[in-house]
């Protein structure tokens, strides 16, 4: 399977399970939750779904703990929307870029505030 194909069926696969999520999914434990991302494998028998959580990690856990306990739900909702001969497993994990974005950002924001600071005091 080229690589075109690939990346539209993850960006289905995604669409498809947020709107699962959003419209159909009736866990409140869920909360608001954003997939990421999805990596489908080569023979399409797996899927990895990358979440972010709004609010705190015991949230976040919560969230993953109910969209793990869903999965076969989601997997059978998502079989009737696609097209394809195999619908993957799902696995859920949380996406850890957005908080990883976050602390880099914090990072440079503390040495600009240390520039700033040096720059005043003539070193």
Request: net charge neutral; hydrophobic share 35%; proline share 2%.
């Amino acid at each position: 399977m080229s690589s075109v194909k690939q990346k539209r069926l993850e960006g289905i696969i995604r669409k498809d399970i947020s709107d699962i999520i959003q419209f159909s999914l009736k866990d409140p434990n869920v909360g608001f939750v954003t997939i990421t991302d999805v990596k489908v494998s080569n023979d399409h028998s797996y899927a990895t779904v990358y979440v972010s959580f709004l609010g705190k990690q015991e949230r976040a856990q919560a969230g993953l703990k109910a969209l793990n306990r869903a999965r076969g739900y989601i997997r059978s909702e998502l079989a009737q929307q696609l097209d394809i001969r195999r619908t993957p497993e799902l696995t859920f994990v949380i996406d850890e870029a957005m908080e990883n974005g976050k602390h880099i950002d914090e990072i440079i924001a503390r040495i600009h505030e240390q520039d700033a600071k040096n720059h005043k005091e003539g070193l």
